[in-house]
C-alpha cells in the first residue's frame, strides 16, 4: 500500500514491509512537523493504524502554533524546516510548553545527536528509519514522560534498588543506605524517567535549581560515582546508570 501510493518519493524512509495491524491505544496526540508532505502522511498513517490521534505540520512556524494552541502529548521533529527549523522549534518548546519531542534528520552526527539531547529532546531517529520502529519510540518516550515525576509519590524501584519518595529514602536490598540531598536528587530525576538521557546540564538543573551555586558539571560525575559505590553490585560495571557518551547519564529501563 505504501509503496504504491507514494511511488518510492519518500526518501529515507523502509516501507517494504508489512502494515501493522490495528489494536487498541489510548487516543494520545502526536504532531508530526515534517515538510515533505509523503514523510509526514506515511508516519501520520502508522501512528493512526496503531490508535493515536495524528496531526501534522509541514514548517516550523506551523508546527509551533499548531503544538502551543493543542498541547499534544508527543511531537515528532524534523530538523532541516523551512521558515523555523527544528532547532528553534525545539528550544521553544522546551521553554513554554515542555512537549517530549522525538528529532527527526537525515544528519546522523554525533554532535547531532548531542545537540538535539541538549535542547531537551527524549530521542533521535536518522533516516533512513522504519515507520514500525518509530512509533515503537513514540509507545516507549510516552510510557516515560506523560506522567509528571514531581507528581507521582511512592516508591520508584528497579531491581535492588528502591527509591522511597514519600519517606525520601533509598534502599538497596530493602536496607536503608544514606543519601545526601543531592544524591536523592540526582537518583530521584534519572529513576523517575528510565531510559531518558539526560545531559549534564539538566541534571545540575535538578541539583541546583535555582542558580543556588557555581558549578560546574563534572560536579554531576563526582555525585554519579558516589551514587555508585552506594547501588551497583560493581561500581565499575554499572548497570542502574548508564554513561551515555559525550551527552549524560540515563537509568536503566531494562529489567535485571
Not at 489494536?23 to 502508522?46: P, Q, V
Not at 501534522?56 to 508546527?63: K, L, P, Y
Request: proline share 6%; aromatic share 4%.
Amino acid at each position: 500500500m505504501g509503496e504504491k501510493c507514494l511511488e518510492g518519493k519518500v526518501i529515507g524512509l523502509v516501507i517494504n514491509e508489512e502494515m501493522p495491524s490495528k489494536h487498541t491505544t489510548s487516543k494520545k496526540r502526536i504532531l508530526i512537523i515534517e515538510d515533505d508532505h509523503n514523510t509526514a502522511a506515511l508516519i501520520a498513517l502508522y501512528l493512526k493504524r496503531e490508535g493515536f490521534d495524528a496531526k501534522t505540520a509541514n514548517d516550523g512556524q506551523a508546527g509551533l502554533k499548531t503544538a502551543q494552541k493543542e498541547v499534544p502529548d508527543l511531537v515528532i521533529l524534523d530538523l532541516m524546516l523551512p521558515k523555523l527549523d527544528g532547532w528553534e522549534v525545539c528550544r521553544r518548546l522546551q521553554q513554554q510548553v515542555k512537549i517530549p519531542v522525538i528529532m527527526l534528520t537525515a544528519r546522523g552526527e554525533e554532535i547531532d545527536r548531542v545537540a538535539g539531547l541538549t535542547l531537551g529532546a527524549d530521542d533521535y531517529v536518522v533516516k533512513p528509519f522504519s515507520p514500525r520502529e518509530l512509533v515503537a519510540r513514540v509507545k516507549a518516550v510516552l510510557r516515560r514522560t506523560l506522567r509528571d515525576p514531581d507528581d507521582r509519590q511512592g516508591i520508584l524501584s528497579h531491581g535492588a534498588v528502591k527509591l522511597d519518595l514519600d519517606k525520601r529514602r533509598l534502599l538497596v536490598n530493602d536496607r536503608p543506605v544514606p543519601a545526601t540531598p543531592h544524591e536523592y536528587a540526582l537518583l530521584k530525576a534519572l529513576m523517575s524517567r528510565p531510559g531518558r538521557i539526560f545531559t549534564r546540564d539538566e541534571l545540575l538543573e535538578k541539583l541546583y535549581p535555582k542558580g543556588e551555586a557555581t558549578v560546574i558539571d563534572r560536579v554531576v560525575d563526582v555525585h554519579v560515582g558516589k551514587l555508585r559505590q552506594k547501588i551497583e553490585p560493581d561500581p565499575a560495571r554499572p548497570i542502574h546508570i548508564l554513561t551515555v557518551r559525550g551527552v549524560g547519564y540515563q537509568f536503566s529501563d531494562t529489567p535485571d
